[in-house]
């Protein structure tokens, strides 16, 4: 089943203890990113790639890291996460990178609700 | 700045009656808005997409229009039933994926 997945799901932590969110689609997607989403504010796009070893940033990077060494993994990294970082995240990816006239439509994962304490 | 913007953030209609929502951007001209469905907890779901030279797209009980005079899109249920209550976002492609803020429908019987 074509599918992007995301690990974990949920997760609480601590102010300061460095976390992974784990994304991973079988889709040969180029592209993927991420996205947090908080009531009245909708998706913000946090960081995207274009390919493998090709990343950037989106509208809210400040505090998250990623990595693209494999086609099929984004993960997201927080290193010293901190109580704003509170959200849900959305990994998502698509054929092609949405520029232009490209109309790839974005497959999104399940979501990882976290919660920094 | 560039913004793409769904201003109502809730709609109520009763079941059978059709249901409009509405994408407004604004400082750019994207080339085509899509719309998505989005439950609760869930990620968000492709339904359609419109191309700034498309008038009118159609699928099953969907509709979707772009009005580039008016730098608009109606994003309409027709027939709706409870089961389209969701959260509905439209985004554009503005050199990476903008979504609006959402228009939560609810359809009550």
């Known amino acids: 089943e074509a599918q992007v997945t995301q690990n974990p799901r949920y997760l609480i932590t601590v102010t300061g203890k460095k976390l992974t969110v784990t994304c991973s689609q079988n889709?040969?997607?180029?592209?993927m990113s991420w996205y947090r989403q908080d009531p009245g504010l909708g998706l913000r796009q946090i960081y995207y790639?274009?390919?493998?070893?090709?990343?950037d940033k989106g509208d809210v990077p400040e505090g998250y890291k990623v990595s693209r060494k494999e086609k099929r993994n984004f993960p997201l990294i927080l290193e010293s996460p901190s109580p704003n970082q509170t959200s849900l995240y959305f990994c998502a990816s698509s054929l092609s990178p949405p520029i232009g006239t490209i109309t790839d439509t974005q497959y999104f994962g399940p979501g990882t609700r976290l919660t920094v304490l | 700045s560039q913004k793409i913007e769904q201003n109502s953030e809730a709609l109520n209609i009763q079941e059978g009656k059709t249901a409009t929502l509405t994408c407004n951007y604004t400082n750019y001209s994207p080339a085509y808005l899509q719309w998505y469905r989005q439950d609760p907890g869930r990620g968000p779901v492709f339904l359609l997409l419109i191309r700034e030279n498309e008038k009118e797209k159609r699928k099953e009980r969907l509709k979707v229009t772009f009005d580039t005079t008016l730098k608009q899109s109606l994003f309409h249920i027709t027939a709706s039933q409870p089961a389209d209550s969701a959260t509905y976002l439209c985004?554009?492609?503005?050199?990476?994926?903008?979504f609006g803020a959402g228009t939560r429908l609810t359809v009550k019987p």
């Open positions: 790639s274009m390919n493998v070893e090709v990343t």
């Open positions: 889709m040969n997607h180029e592209y």
């Open positions: 985004a554009d492609n503005n050199n990476d994926m903008r």
